[in-house]
């Protein structure tokens, strides 16, 4: 597998893969095409070098689209992780979000944050093996509550998931 910091053209591959994910919230494409133009430093893909493009449209296994909130530039927050059903049980989630800690700043992140709906099992444990690979805690709080969004019932709400502090010179980056 391979990673590295998507751009614009990797916008419609990561939308793909968010649709076809079945439980993200999918956003515009032209969203998708921002992050990776504006915010390419703080998000990840993983490429499968043995997928065959002209098959399968493209090389994307996963993504993880994240940004530094302005008022919190120590904080990476995830704002979503997707990995291809065909790739999905062999690490590749933990592995991106590795890769992504390695590409930041040692001396600047401190703390990783998402927000996980109760249902999201898999990114549940995606950020507790983080906190405990970073050897620090995992707060978790209420940040969404589900009478927040749209809609009645139709969205669960979202805890925030809270990892460190740590510093990434000492334990991602080694």
């Not at 515009?28 to 893909?45: A, K, P």
């Not at 994307?60 to 530094?68: C, E, P, Q, S």
Request: net charge negative; proline share 7%.
């Amino acid at each position: 597998m391979n990673f590295r910091h998507p751009t614009a053209e990797d916008g419609a591959a990561i939308w793909r893969i968010v649709r076809d994910s079945g439980v993200l919230d999918l956003n515009s494409s032209y969203c998708y095409l921002m992050m990776g133009h504006y915010f390419g430093d703080t998000c990840i893909v993983a490429e499968d070098p043995h997928t065959d493009p002209a098959a399968n449209g493209d090389r994307l296994a996963g993504f993880i689209v994240g940004f530094r909130p302005p008022q919190d530039p120590a904080t990476l927050f995830v704002w979503q992780v997707a990995v291809d059903p065909g790739h999905r049980g062999k690490g590749v989630g933990s592995r991106m979000l590795q890769a992504l800690l390695a590409a930041q700043p040692a001396e600047e992140i401190h703390y990783i944050e998402a927000t996980i709906s109760p249902s999201n099992t898999a990114s549940q444990a995606l950020f507790r093996k983080a906190a405990a690979t970073l050897k620090t805690d995992c707060s978790v709080s209420d940040l969404f509550l589900a009478d927040m969004f749209p809609g009645s019932g139709e969205h669960e709400p979202e805890h925030r998931y809270r990892i460190g502090p740590f510093t990434l010179s000492n334990s991602a980056n080694q």
